[in-house]
């Protein structure tokens, strides 16, 4: 299912994005912040391998190339400024774009009579309270 592979690659990049900022974070509060949020994204893309096949998993898994370039991009945006404010800026951000990615699969999903997993609605949720938490450090 598209959904499900979507959900896979959005949060495998979240789980990427925590670990490449955390090493700039200095705030231990954003520190737990993001462990928590880590752990969500984990339990979700656990939950959704176990509905797909081993090739669909392994197709849908974001690029390297992908990856890396987002590795690089954390690394110069941090370099200068480190601050709660920026990282958190920074995460908004991505996982701003992931609910974007998500919604539109639900919409496409909606628009030809499908049913939606609960487990879309719930990653969306997650997602959306982890965009207010780090609004606190804003």
Do not use: H, W
């Not at 959900?7 to 090493?23: R, Y």
């Not at 509060?29 to 969500?40: C, D, F, P, S």
């Not at 939950?47 to 974001?62: F, G, M, Q, R, W």
């Amino acid at each position: 299912m598209k959904l499900y592979e979507q959900i896979l690659k959005n949060a495998d990049l979240g789980i990427d994005a925590i670990e490449n900022v955390k090493c700039a974070v200095k705030d231990e509060k954003l520190l737990n912040v993001l462990a928590e949020q880590k752990k969500g994204y984990v339990g979700f893309k656990t939950a959704v391998e176990k509905e797909l096949d081993p090739n669909t998993i392994k197709e849908a898994s974001p690029a390297k190339m992908k990856k890396m370039m987002m590795k690089m991009g954390t690394k110069m945006n941090t370099m200068f400024d480190s601050s709660n404010t920026n990282i958190a800026e920074m995460m908004i951000e991505g996982t701003n774009m992931g609910i974007n990615d998500i919604q539109k699969e639900i919409n496409e999903m909606q628009l030809v009579g499908s049913e939606i997993p609960q487990l879309a609605t719930d990653y969306i949720q997650m997602m959306q309270s982890n965009v207010d938490t780090l609004r606190s450090f804003l």
